[in-house]
């Protein structure tokens, strides 16, 4: 009798600590999908630091979302799998971006997504009186993601009032930048947003066609972590 109301003391035990578990784990999640969608709606119709207006913006209040440092990331792409999304709220490529892939990972059977914030990760740089002048450096992290991932880097470029192209003489790693991780090896990935008409303005928002075009990236995405 004592060891029926022993077992049945450790089951109720182990249940609540499921439970509790279960009921902090969900509102870690909920904290992340609350601080993301505010993060990026708090920028609607508000200037990037090259005077674009960025896209107004309305993501769902649930989302898959989880923040993770820069730090956390270097060592998913080393060893862990994952889908790593290195994005900025005040960068309109990620903002064209981010609702779609949204969409596309709510109806799959992807957990979460790792996001981490770039904003304050990358040098940055300017142009003052027709030179490239450093205003921000790089943090170590930064440094290292961008030698680990050199093959998806570009030419660091700015483009003046007048439309001229100065090389800041780096390499750079543009948001955003998804990657599809499995047991350490990038399998998949998409970079930036797509291309966009003569005609068409980051903070435009895309069309049915290019918005069609992100959703194949992502479904590709998806499905070669699936496999």
């Given at each position: 009798m004592k060891k029926k109301k022993l077992y049945l003391f450790l089951g109720i035990a182990i249940a609540a600590v499921v439970l509790i578990t279960s009921i902090i784990a969900i509102k870690v999640n909920n904290t992340d999908s609350a601080k993301f969608k505010k993060e990026y709606e708090s920028l609607n119709g508000?200037?990037?630091?090259?005077?674009?207006?960025?896209?107004?913006?309305?993501?769902?209040?649930?989302?898959?979302?989880?923040?993770?440092?820069?730090?956390?990331?270097?060592?998913?792409?080393?060893?862990?799998?994952?889908?790593?999304?290195?994005?900025?709220?005040?960068?309109?490529?990620?903002?064209?971006?981010?609702?779609?892939?949204?969409?596309?990972?709510?109806?799959?059977?992807?957990?979460?997504?790792?996001?981490v914030d770039m904003t304050e990760e990358r040098d940055l740089y300017k142009i003052e009186?027709?030179?490239?002048?450093?205003?921000?450096?790089?943090?170590?992290?930064?440094?290292?993601?961008?030698?680990?991932?050199?093959e998806y880097s570009e030419?660091?470029?700015?483009?003046?009032?007048?439309?001229?192209?100065?090389?800041?003489?780096?390499?750079?790693?543009?948001?955003?930048?998804?990657?599809?991780?499995?047991?350490?090896?990038?399998?998949?990935?998409?970079?930036?947003?797509?291309?966009l008409r003569e005609d068409q303005d980051e903070g435009d928002g895309l069309t049915d066609l290019q918005k069609s075009e992100l959703e194949a990236a992502f479904d590709r995405i998806i499905d070669n972590m699936g496999s």
């Open positions: 508000k200037k990037d630091e090259n005077g674009s207006t960025l896209q107004k913006l309305k993501l769902p209040k649930k989302n898959k979302i989880k923040y993770i440092s820069l730090k956390e990331a270097l060592n998913v792409i080393k060893e862990e799998s994952a889908i790593i999304f290195l994005g900025a709220a005040n960068c309109n490529k990620s903002r064209n971006v981010i609702p779609i892939f949204l969409e596309k990972i709510e109806k799959s059977d992807v957990d979460e997504i790792l996001y009186n027709g030179k490239v002048e450093e205003k921000k450096s790089s943090s170590d992290e930064y440094l290292e993601l961008l030698e680990l991932l050199s030419d660091y470029i700015l483009t003046d009032e007048s439309g001229i192209d100065h090389q800041v003489g780096e390499k750079r790693l543009y948001t955003p930048l998804i990657l599809a991780v499995k047991l350490g090896t990038i399998v998949d990935y998409h970079s930036g947003s797509v291309e």
